[in-house]
């Protein structure tokens, strides 16, 4: 199933009517020749039907491009602008939307006595209506460039629009509570509400009930010798496939069941006290396969994990995983592999791990085993189905959109990278190094009550997330603040 949307934006180009109109038409035309010569020319979209000057231009521009398609919007100021239809159009058009404008060309004609545009100065105008309207808008970090540069910044645009298309079609399906003695995860689903995110919370015995259905499945078969070959050499318990390839039906039909009016779908699944007893197996495994597919599943019914990992695979348009920031690293595992190979200190460090929901294209020869902390208080044949190996080296993004107990949302990004060090441990698991770790882990992630879940997304994504929560409306997106740069609660005088 296809569970990310493909995004296509449309170039609606705006012209002051007291500034020569064709200036706003020849850099629209540049612009397009610009981003479809260096990036895919399906993403975008040029409104050819006439240039903004006026509310009635602005209803022809926007009828025209929700015709074509266009899931997203660019306001291109080519001149000053038409303050007033320029932002009636963003308020209008339902989806993301961006602005920004063009910079003077001594080669226009006129050069810059008649073919100055200022849209330099068009663009405050444009930001204070867009106030005024109360209409949110991407504005990239110096928006007004040459063809070329508004290309580049379109083309950065592109994830981002994607991710806010696709939280406003998104619905995230969750069964039973947070397990007992596991507030860390509990969150008012009231801020879901607000970002137009559908919430189905189900119970336990709903998804019980829809998975002994499921057996006999005539295509349980089948989805074992997918598992058999993804596994390999790592499928060392293959007597409880077939009960994991029934679990996997369960939820795949429950998905489609399920998602409603919604295009895209995200779980939050329940994995303990009773889940092992009762299935006869942990979910690990078949949560990992899900979200290989491009459908995130949270473990311990972290609704806002599910939809921080949702996130991440549209702005990556990747695999993504969700681990628990979960134990320092042993000064001697520090000083044998880490200390002066690697510029990081052993605060610096830790490693990340969750019982086995890492998808296998995500780990180095992973494993099928059973739980082992499960284990120590189950017997081990219903604690089967955890998929273990070290996380594979690379950068990474560390990150998660979290809502406060008084409904505040808050986020936090930091870029870092999997260490190639073995972890000598159980799980999925790896090594993380992000810099400034000790600190951040203090003053941002303690003070401000996160949990100990967090988003990895496979590369560094940072720029498009931060983009993407300021847009939601997170007031502090919190980051890694560098030696020199202290944190609101950080003693000066330490």
């Not at 266009?70 to 159009?89: D, K, Q, R």
């Not at 961006?98 to 068009?122: I, Q, Y």
């Not at 882990?441 to 496979?458: D, K, Q, S, W």
């Amino acid at each position: 199933m296809i569970n990310t949307p493909k995004i296509k934006v449309g170039i609606v180009a705006v012209s002051r009517d007291c500034f020569p109109e064709s200036l706003s038409v020849t850099r629209r035309e540049n612009l397009v020749k610009a981003y479809t010569s260096k990036y895919n020319p399906e993403e975008i979209y040029e409104c050819p039907i006439c240039i903004v000057e006026s509310e009635i231009h602005m209803m022809q521009a926007l009828e025209d491009i929700k015709k074509a398609g266009c899931n997203a919007l660019c306001v291109y100021l080519g001149n000053f602008g038409p303050e007033i239809a320029e932002t009636m159009l963003a308020k209008y058009f339902d989806g993301p939307k961006m602005f920004m404008a063009a910079a003077e060309e001594t080669s226009a004609d006129g050069g810059l006595v008649g073919g100055r545009g200022d849209a330099f100065c068009g663009m405050l105008n444009a930001s204070y209506n867009l106030k005024l309207r109360n209409v949110k808008a991407y504005i990239p970090e110096y928006p007004v460039g040459t063809a070329e540069e508004c290309a580049d910044m379109l083309h950065e645009f592109v994830p981002i629009a994607k991710a806010l298309y696709a939280i406003s079609n998104l619905k995230i399906i969750s069964f039973g509570p947070r397990p007992t003695n596991f507030l860390a995860c509990n969150a008012p689903i009231k801020p879901l509400y607000n970002l137009g995110v559908e919430i189905e919370e189900n119970s336990e015995l709903d998804l019980f009930e829809s998975f002994n259905k499921h057996a006999g499945d005539s295509r349980i078969p089948e989805t074992v010798k997918s598992m058999e070959e993804e596994l390999g050499a790592g499928n060392k318990k293959p007597e409880i496939l077939s009960k994991l390839a029934q679990y996997e039906l369960t939820l795949l039909d429950w998905v489609e069941a399920h998602r409603g009016s919604r295009q895209f779908v995200a779980i939050a699944g329940k994995c303990w006290p009773a889940f092992q007893t009762q299935f006869g197996f942990v979910p690990c495994y078949v949560n990992s396969r899900l979200t290989s597919m491009g459908i995130p599943v949270s473990c311990e019914v972290d609704i806002y994990g599910a939809l921080s990992e949702f996130i991440g695979t549209v702005v990556s348009d990747d695999i993504v995983t969700l681990l628990d920031i979960n134990n320092t690293v042993p000064s001697d595992i520090y000083n044998a592999d880490i200390k002066d190979k690697f510029p990081y200190t052993p605060k610096d460090v830790f490693m990340g791990f969750h019982c086995g929901n890492t998808s296998s294209k995500k780990l180095s020869c992973p494993t099928m085993c059973n739980q082992m902390i499960m284990a120590r208080s189950l017997p081990e044949e219903v604690t089967n189905g955890t998929l273990e190996g070290d996380i594979v080296p690379g950068n990474i993004t560390f990150f998660r959109l979290q809502s406060s107990a008084d409904c505040k949302l808050t986020a936090y990004i930091a870029h870092g990278e999997v260490l190639p060090v073995a972890t000598r441990s159980f799980g999925s698991i790896g090594i993380f190094a992000v810099p400034q770790m000790g600190r951040f882990y203090r003053h941002y992630l303690i003070e401000n009550n996160f949990p100990h879940h967090g988003a990895v997304a496979f590369g560094h994504f940072g720029k498009a997330l931060f983009e993407v929560f300021k847009y939601l409306g997170v007031e502090e997106v919190g980051y890694n603040h560098p030696e020199n740069v202290l944190y609101r609660t950080e003693n000066p005088f330490k």
